[in-house]
Each structure stands twice: as C-alpha cells, then as structure tokens.
C-alpha cells in the first residue's frame, strides 16, 4: 500500500529554515502530483504548496509564495517543502499527500493519500 512518510519538522526561531521530506513508497511516484499542506490546533488543514509529476509545475498558497519552495526528485521518490522566513503562524502539522490530478488543485479532498504529518514549531 501507499505509504508516505514525512520528516524534518522541528523547533525553530522566528527567521530561520527548515526544510521538510517526504519519502514515498508503495506507488508509482512519477505519476502523481504531490502537495504540502498544513493544519494548526483548532484549525481547518490547509494547502501549502503543490508539485506536478515531473516537477516543473509548482503552485504555491499565498502566504507561503516566496518563502517556501517545493520539489520532488522521482529517482528518490520524495518531494521537499524548503521553508525559509519562517513565522510564528507557520506552527503547524505539515502533511504531504498525493493527487492524481495535475497541479492547481488544492482542496485536501483532491488528494488520496496522506503521511502522518511532522511538527514545525516557530518560536518569537
């Protein structure tokens, strides 16, 4: 079965980087559009970023455009989320997840298959 699995969440000051991973197995990797989304406590899940399957198509959330950077690299099936300028309000669960539709679309429901989520935490 599909199973994604996210990594490189953490504690992070307010200005700083983090960049996220997320190693996929169990799919054809190249065949899928692949996302980022996010969801804090007490809030709805959130699209963050998406990449198309070959990677030169990528459509972002306005409040993340210019910050953050999505990419894949199919020969290693994992997409990243560089997440630079970090904020407060970046604190969140980031999820990847995977979609057998082209890029732009971005409802939580569009996508299929979901990692676990890692924690990004940003401090003031």
């Known amino acids: 079965q599909v199973q994604l699995v996210e990594s490189g969440g953490g504690l992070v000051q307010a200005g700083g980087s983090l960049r996220l991973s997320c190693a996929a197995s169990?799919?054809?990797?190249?065949?899928?559009?692949m996302g980022w989304f996010r969801q804090a406590p007490g809030k709805e899940r959130e699209f963050v970023a998406q990449?198309?399957?070959?990677?030169?198509?990528?459509y972002y959330a306005n409040l993340v455009n210019g910050r953050f950077t999505i990419s894949r690299d199919n020969a290693k099936n994992t997409v990243y989320l560089q997440m630079n300028s970090l904020k407060p309000e970046d604190t969140a669960v980031y999820y990847c997840a995977t979609s057998q539709l082209g890029v732009g679309t971005t409802t939580p429901r569009a996508y299929d298959s979901w990692g676990q989520g890692t924690q990004v935490t940003v401090s003031t």
């Open positions: 990449v198309g399957r070959s990677g030169s198509s990528t």
């Open positions: 169990g799919l054809t990797f190249s065949r899928y559009t």
